[in-house]
């Protein structure tokens, strides 16, 4: 992808977004199935957008909580192949926890849990600050030039 002059995509942006979304939610789908799942009996989406889950005096909530940092550190990776520029990581990660606070508001009210907000702005950072340094030290990689040598 050539980086010169930013052109204004909308529909790019959007679409950047919703499988940022996707993905995240997938691995953290798959993340609570590993932890969670052995645990509880039934997976609910109680897991993922209900507050009153997270919490730090349960075996079970500690799980929960394992998962959602591990899903932020892979979305530092989705952000890497998604994104690709060390400029967009912060804006996107927001974007996806914004989004994610308005489902969490609309599934289960806001959420006044301490813990909640600890996990989800650690998660942010380590999401956003994670996916700039690997967008950074792949922007900043040698570009290979294949040297010829004239037969002149």
């Known amino acids: 992808m050539f980086y010169g002059a930013a052109v204004w995509d909308p529909w790019l942006i959007v679409a950047q977004i919703g499988c940022l979304q996707c993905i995240y939610y997938l691995t953290l789908g798959i993340f609570l199935e590993i932890f969670v799942g052995t645990r509880v009996s039934q997976m609910s989406l109680v897991y993922f957008f209900d507050y ?7 075996v079970t909530g500690w799980c929960l909580i394992a998962s959602f940092l591990l899903s932020s550190l892979a979305g530092a990776g989705i952000l890497l192949y998604l994104i690709e520029r060390a400029k967009k990581c912060l804006d996107f990660s927001a974007t996806l926890y914004i989004i994610h606070l308005f489902i969490c508001i609309v599934y ?4 006044s849990s301490i813990t909640w907000w600890i996990v989800n702005v650690t998660g942010l950072a380590v999401m956003a600050l994670l996916g700039k340094y690997l967008c950074i030290k792949r922007e900043l990689r040698e570009i290979p030039i294949a040297r010829y040598r004239s037969s002149v």
């Open 52 to 58: 009153a889950t997270v919490t730090a005096s349960t």
């Open 108 to 111: 289960g009210g806001w959420p």
